[in-house]
């Protein structure tokens, strides 16, 4: 049952392109096993894990997390949003981990002793190795609503405002979460 609901959500996910579709089918693949260098369906390392995820929702990310790291734009760790990428150094100096943010403080990953898992990005490990957040996707809704605000004497900004909706991903997570 676990494998077709994994593929069904999978398949969906092309169609989500989205944070919440980012959340979502990363926690699909709760719990495989990590290997180094790996590449497969059932066993990945982190940056494999993370490809494939955005891989589902219709956004191509290069290999390596090395080579992620140069994709997207930069987010101050308390602007950081359920999606973005997180750069940590484990191994060696520089980006050698990456994991996905899922909101209340945690990031979904392959981590090497336990697989695909969730982690508290507050935890004491991640937070001395953390390097810097990357945004890969859009945040701005489909229809935009446009608003506008001045910034400057005599100069108008479009702002884009998002609407409020019910956190269904968060409840998945924390539910998630809480199995341990």
């Avoid at 959340?23 to 990590?34: D, F, G, Q």
């Avoid at 995820?53 to 950081?80: F, H, W």
Wanted: proline letters at 5%; a positive charge.
């Amino acid at each position: 049952m676990k494998g077709g609901m994994v593929g069904f959500l999978l398949t969906l996910g092309i169609s989500f392109a989205s944070p919440d579709g980012i959340v979502l089918t990363a926690l699909t693949y709760m719990e495989r096993p990590y290997q180094f260098g790996a590449n497969q369906i059932y066993r990945m390392d982190c940056s494999a894990f993370v490809q494939r995820v955005y891989e589902a929702n219709g956004i191509r990310l290069p290999r390596t997390t090395v080579e992620q790291a140069n994709v997207g734009s930069y987010v101050d760790i308390k602007d950081i949003k359920p999606g973005d990428l997180l750069f940590y150094t484990t191994y060696k100096s520089g980006p050698s981990h990456v994991g996905i943010y899922i909101g209340k403080g945690k990031m979904i990953h392959a981590a090497e002793s336990t697989g695909i898992t969730i982690s508290r990005i507050d935890d004491p490990y991640w937070q001395k190795r953390f390097l810097f957040a990357k945004r890969v996707i859009g945040t701005a809704p489909t229809k935009p609503e446009l608003k506008q605000v001045k910034s400057e004497p005599k100069q108008v900004k479009q702002v884009y405002v998002q609407s409020s909706h019910r956190d269904e991903i968060g409840d998945l997570i924390f539910i998630l979460a809480s199995r341990k």
